[in-house]
C-alpha cells in the first residue's frame, strides 16, 4: 500500500488558514460555494429547532453549524 506522506505542522496550519479563509468568505471548508441552503458536500440541512435551521453532518455525530451566508 501507498504511503500518504505526513503533512508537516506548517502545510497543517496553511491548510487551517485556507479553510479559516474560506469560511470567512462564507465557501465550504474546501473552497466550494455552498448549496442553495447553505450547506456543503457531507453535509444536511435540517431543522434542528422550531424554524431554525442548521447543516450537519449526513453521517456521525457531529457538529450542526449555522447555515453559510452568501
Not at 34 to 53: I, L, W
Request: hydrophobic share 20%; glycine share 8%; proline share 10%.
Amino acid at each position: 500500500p501507498e504511503q500518504v506522506p505526513e503533512k508537516t505542522p506548517e502545510e497543517l496550519a496553511a491548510d487551517l488558514a485556507q479553510i479559516e479563509e474560506n469560511r470567512a468568505k462564507g465557501l465550504c471548508d474546501d473552497g466550494t460555494k455552498p448549496n442553495r441552503y447553505g450547506c456543503c458536500p457531507g453535509e444536511k440541512f435540517k431543522e434542528v429547532s422550531q424554524m431554525k435551521f442548521a447543516c450537519c453532518p449526513r453521517e456521525g455525530d457531529g457538529e450542526c453549524i449555522e447555515p453559510r451566508k452568501k
